[in-house]
């Protein structure tokens, strides 16, 4: 059975920083592609950063150099270092793990709420 499961959301002040993690079990997971993706109230769902799976690393321009994704493939787990957030951060953050020719896998996301 495959599980992907987020966690680490939560409250913080404007400017503060949240890690969030995203466990995938039952799936080969070196092989996949990992992301994350946030969909605040009323909008799309939209890309935060991705990670290949030899590493290589894609952030939404709003979000270069504020988060930071990775990857530990030993735990089965990508991360995603958040830092200086801001309001217009807040939004359900969701873990995506994709391979060609393979099932995609989403989790059923965190709630991160930037608010003073």
């Known amino acids: 059975q495959v599980r992907v499961v987020e966690s680490g959301g939560g409250l913080v002040q404007p400017g503060g920083s949240l890690r969030l993690s995203c466990a995938a079990s039952?799936?080969?997971?070196?092989?996949?592609?990992m992301g994350w993706y946030r969909q605040a109230p009323g909008k799309q769902r939209e890309l935060v950063a991705r990670?290949?799976?030899?590493?290589?690393?894609d952030y939404a321009d709003s979000m270069k150099g504020r988060f930071t994704i990775s990857r530990d493939n030993a735990k089965h787990t990508v991360y995603l270092q958040m830092n200086s957030l801001k309001p217009e951060d807040t939004a359900v953050y969701y873990c995506?793990?994709?391979?060609?020719?393979?099932?995609?896998?989403w989790g059923q996301g965190t709630q991160v709420t930037v608010s003073s």
């Open positions: 039952g799936i080969f997971f070196s092989i996949y592609h």
């Open positions: 990670i290949t799976s030899g590493g290589n690393t």
């Open positions: 995506n793990a994709i391979r060609e020719g393979l099932p995609a896998y």
